[in-house]
């Protein structure tokens, strides 16, 4: 088992004028704080989904976060995906991409096992409120390797906002397919407001960017 710690480092631009988001990542074994097995700058591109030029990066995604979390890579199967009428072929939707969205949030509390923490404790984190959900590729579908990187951002004591971006991976950079502002909310069980528990975020910390 690998752990990638990544750091958002700012935005710049390389010679030719091109915007690029600017990462470092270091690759750890076994743990997140196990011992370094190799480090990197990553350089990721906006680029046009069908002619590949490259654009502007969305405000949006310049906002600063608090905490980086992306899953592992995965595969994206048939029944996931939804009839295109325009290209006539099975491609990633909506309800697919919210499922990942989904998923990378589930990672990021610790697994399936944290969140019945919730319920002893007496509490749930809930979906309160979505926002700039957009499909940006049409060319996503079956067999397709993909992964979701979530960034998140404590609002208060009640209130956790996830940005998710999907992406596609790629033999040259990795392509994103989806993104989305997903605002969660922590609620007792009489459905009044609560604090989340200290262990969530810390949760998301040590689960970020695990891969195996």
Avoid at 1 to 11: A, K
Avoid at 19 to 40: F, H, K, M, Y
Avoid at 140 to 153: A, D, I, N, R, Y
Avoid at 187 to 195: L, Q, S
Wanted: aromatic share 8%.
């Amino acid at each position: 088992t690998m752990f990638i710690d990544s750091e958002h480092l700012g935005f710049g631009k390389r010679d030719n004028g091109e915007e690029v988001s600017v990462w470092e990542q270091t690759c750890r074994l076994n743990q997140p704080d196990g011992e370094v097995i190799n480090s990197a700058i990553a350089y990721y591109r906006h680029a046009a989904i069908h002619e590949g030029d490259a654009m502007p990066w969305p405000e949006r995604t310049k906002r600063s976060y608090d905490v980086i979390n992306t899953t592992p890579n995965f595969r994206v199967y048939r029944d996931e995906c939804e009839f295109e009428s325009q290209t006539l072929t099975n491609v990633v939707g909506m309800k697919a991409v919210l499922r990942y969205f989904e998923r990378s949030r589930t990672l990021g509390l610790g697994g399936p096992k944290k969140l019945d923490q919730c319920v002893t404790e007496g509490i749930a984190i809930v979906v309160a409120k979505i926002d700039g959900l957009e499909v940006l590729d049409t060319s996503t579908g079956p067999g397709s390797l993909v992964f979701v990187e979530s960034e998140v951002k404590l609002r208060g004591k009640s209130i956790v906002i996830f940005h998710h971006s999907l992406f596609r991976v790629d033999e040259s950079s990795n392509i994103l397919i989806a993104e989305g502002d997903v605002t969660c909310a922590c609620v007792t069980a009489e459905g009044k407001a609560g604090a989340f528990p200290g262990w969530t975020l810390d949760a998301v910390r040590k689960t970020a960017a695990q891969t195996s």
